[in-house]
């Protein structure tokens, strides 16, 4: 299994933006399949944005899509969520999952069930 500790999450105002990162410690990086999930008070987890082992494929939930992007940095151990225009409705505890993948599983994974190492979490909270 792969450490993962999240960071970057706290309080901002709806417009802002801001970055989260999550670093892994222990084994190399570079052939793990990386998502973020998150989930909000009263709801279910939910996918949020991912990236492929080789970094070449990300995807991103239709709720996301254009103001968030997702990157890794395989020097650093760190794959990162950038968001802006923030909406209250992205308040929640954002958390980011790695998986290992063979060379020819070059893909976004999207479902928590796929997924075998998780973070503890990072609360973004945004105000109206």
């Known amino acids: 299994q792969v450490q993962l500790v999240e960071s970057g999450g706290g309080l901002v105002q709806a417009g802002d933006s801001l970055r989260l990162s999550c670093v892994t410690s222990?084994?190399?990086?570079?052939?793990?399949?990386l998502d973020w999930f998150r989930q909000a008070p009263g709801k279910e987890r939910e996918f949020v944005a991912g990236?492929?082992?080789?970094?070449?494929?990300?995807y991103y939930t239709d709720s996301v899509r254009g103001r968030a992007t997702i990157s890794r940095d395989n020097a650093k151990n760190t794959v990162y969520l950038q968001m802006h225009s923030l909406k209250p409705e992205d308040t929640a505890v954002y958390y980011c999952a790695a998986e290992l993948k063979d060379y020819y599983s070059d893909y976004v994974l999207t479902e928590e069930s796929d997924f075998t190492s998780w973070g503890q979490g990072t609360q973004v909270t945004v105000s109206s």
């Open positions: 222990g084994r190399a990086f570079d052939r793990y399949a």
């Open positions: 990236i492929s082992w080789s970094g070449v494929r990300t």
